[in-house]
């Protein structure tokens, strides 16, 4: 069963059906980019009977587009007694702290002892159903070995207006990342390196844009010419070592893609500290590091990085929201062995 959205297109259209659509669909239906993209490809737009499900097709003004939005579909997956660190919920939404090892929501080789799993047996039936039977209540996610806050919808208002926000990148997120050497501006190197500027205040800016690797489909690569968009800003908190050779970044997105913090750092040389897939084969000095620096970090065994600060505007109060999450247990050891020997 799905319900029926009507779109007249107005003056002066844009010339794609996609955008077209984004300019023009009513508010009430709650039908953000994303989720137009995915009913074109599902074939669920039509223009007097005719399925339009070519995003770049051609619109006119006074055309009038029918939607067909289905129901959501029940999901299939099992609620789990799993502990969460729940840091805000209210009825349209909850902030949780992802601890690093945990997948966000079940695929193929993780079935269960997921984000999704431990939601559902945490929110019972209340979580949006907009992310399909597989994703319900997610918005975005961030990987399996790296922890943090995570934003999850509870109704579908609040699921429309957060995946809205995402696609306008004025979510606020900042990153506890770990990485080899630290980014100067004065490094000849750096500054030689495709895509990378610099800002006041010590910030280096990574321009670039990611696809996912020609050889690796798990990977994503810095690609030009094609691919996603992708800023990262960076600026060294803390380094460690003497010389210095290890430093703690704060990295904060404009965009927000896939692994787009680790193949970003690791784009301009400075990998993520336990990075298995982008962090390089990396021998930590005993001489700059001490004995004990050298072995934790050899010791660490997922990438270094943690999603600390999340803020948005409340989906449908409109009130603004920020929350911080400390270092994890694991991360903030590490660091304080690493102060030990500074």
Excluded at 268 to 294: M, N
Aim: proline residues 6%; neutral net charge; contains cysteine.
């Amino acid at each position: 069963m799905s319900s029926t959205v009507l779109v007249t297109i107005g003056a002066d259209p844009p010339k794609r059906l996609d955008k077209a659509l984004a300019r023009d669909v009513p508010e009430a239906a709650n039908l953000s980019r994303s989720r137009l993209a995915r009913l074109i490809a599902d074939g669920a737009v039509s223009r007097a009977g005719d399925v339009m499900d070519d995003p770049r097709a051609k619109v006119g003004e006074g055309d009038v587009l029918e939607i067909a939005v289905p129901e959501a579909v029940e999901s299939h997956i099992g609620p789990e007694d799993i502990p969460l660190d729940i840091v805000y919920e209210d009825d349209d939404l909850v902030v949780v702290n992802k601890p690093a090892g945990m997948v966000v929501h079940p695929a193929p080789g993780t079935p269960s002892g997921t984000l999704v799993n431990a939601l559902l047996g945490h929110c019972g039936d209340d979580l949006s159903g907009v992310g399909g039977a597989k994703r319900p209540g997610i918005v975005h996610r961030i990987d399996k070995d790296t922890s943090g806050l995570l934003v999850v919808a509870k109704s579908d208002a609040a699921h429309h207006g957060l995946a809205a926000q995402f696609e306008k990148h004025s979510v606020e997120r900042h990153y506890k990342a770990l990485v080899y050497g630290v980014p100067d501006k004065a490094d000849p190197r750096l500054k030689g390196i495709k895509g990378v500027s610099f800002e006041q205040g010590g910030i280096v800016k990574i321009t670039t844009q990611l696809a996912r690797h020609k050889h690796d489909r798990q990977k994503q690569a810095v690609v030009w010419g094609s691919g996603r968009h992708a800023v990262t800003r960076a600026r060294a908190e803390e380094t460690f070592g003497a010389p210095p050779s290890l430093a703690l970044m704060d990295c904060w997105l404009e965009t927000g893609r896939t692994h787009q913090i680790r193949v970003h750092m690791a784009h301009i040389g400075h990998g993520l500290v336990g990075d298995p897939t982008y962090g390089g084969r990396r021998k930590p000095s005993e001489a700059a590091l001490g004995a004990a620096g050298a072995a934790a970090i050899r010791a660490f065994d997922r990438q270094a990085l943690h999603a600390a600060t999340l803020g948005f505007t409340h989906p449908v109060s409109e009130e603004p929201m920020r929350f911080e999450a400390r270092l994890p247990e694991d991360m903030a050891a590490l660091v304080e062995t690493l102060r030990t020997r500074a």
